[in-house]
């Protein structure tokens, strides 16, 4: 009888298992479309990471934001006086030149520009986690130096969101308004509320509004007081304000609803509401920022 050479099937081929050893092993798939929890935005490793974020959260940022402005009410004050007279000075001017459609453009934008007065009160919160000492000197220079930080670039951001504002409010009056008369600020008012175009120009206008604010506020939210702390590019700052809203949707949101019904309650009565209403903001959506992103770990 022969004997086979061929290998037992039972036994693994050596050659096989010391390939099988030797070869690299293929790198486990990760999931790109739901990040971890703290893992920076798709694309853009040189980003800080986002963290979940919870109700809970939201309320408890804005807590600290009262805490703030009681333990540094003279800032406040100062800040959200400026923006109440600046108000106060732009809605005067336009009242005088007796133009509607302005007043209207610029009453629901002028809200949205409150971070760029915010910055100095990002850094009285900021100081006070430190633990580092007010004045007017540093914090007042932290504003300023914002004109040669990638914080300026943000303003083109918010200009351009104003004038798609201004420009669709123009054309949805000519689409539906284009047949009403009026002469006047009270005219206008009677005509967009009492007349069927009027308020399918309310409608519309109101739900591209919405469209526009969430937009600023996606962009601006977290990337504001992230550019006031760090060096870091526009873009990947508003990639991450986005991600940070997108993977918190819910949280943000409210944030966002708290921030709009509380500054336009605050401009009723003459925009002396801004005097408290907005430094408690600007305070409180420091802390929603250090609650969302991860920060550097300490140098030792």
Avoid: C
């Amino acid at each position: 009888m022969t004997q086979s050479n061929s290998p037992n099937p039972a036994q693994p081929d050596p050659a096989r298992v010391e390939a099988a050893a030797t070869s690299p092993r293929p790198a486990p798939v990760r999931n790109v479309t739901r990040p971890a929890d703290g893992s920076p935005p798709v694309g853009f490793p040189d980003a800080p990471g986002v963290r979940e974020l919870s109700l809970s959260d939201i309320f408890a940022a804005l807590q600290k934001g009262i805490d703030d402005f009681r333990r540094a009410p003279r800032f406040g004050l100062f800040f959200g006086g400026f923006f109440a007279l600046a108000g106060l000075l732009m809605m005067g001017s336009l009242l005088v030149w007796d133009s509607p459609l302005t007043v209207l453009s610029l009453a629901i934008a002028f809200p949205l520009l409150g971070p760029f007065i915010a910055v100095g009160l990002y850094e009285v919160s900021r100081r006070l986690d430190a633990g580092e000492p007010l004045s007017w000197r540093e914090v007042l220079g932290v504003v300023i130096a914002q004109k040669d930080r990638q914080l300026a670039w943000m303003g083109m951001v918010v200009l351009f969101v104003f004038w798609v504002w201004a420009y669709q409010v123009r054309l949805l009056l000519a689409l539906f308004l284009s047949s009403s008369a009026f002469s006047s600020y009270s005219g206008f008012i009677e005509v967009i509320t009492t007349t069927q175009n009027g308020l399918t120009f309310l409608t519309v206008g109101t739900m591209i509004g919405a469209v526009l604010a969430l937009v600023l506020f996606s962009l601006t939210v977290i990337s504001m007081p992230l550019l006031v702390e760090r060096d870091m590019d526009v873009a990947t700052a508003m990639v991450t304000s986005v991600t940070t809203v997108r993977r918190n949707l819910m949280p943000m949101l409210t944030w966002g609803v708290i921030v709009t019904l509380a500054m336009l309650a605050a401009m009723l009565p003459g925009f002396a509401g801004l005097l408290f209403v907005l430094p408690v903001l600007g305070h409180a959506t420091w802390h929603i920022y250090k609650r969302a992103i991860v920060q550097p770990a300490p140098e030792t």
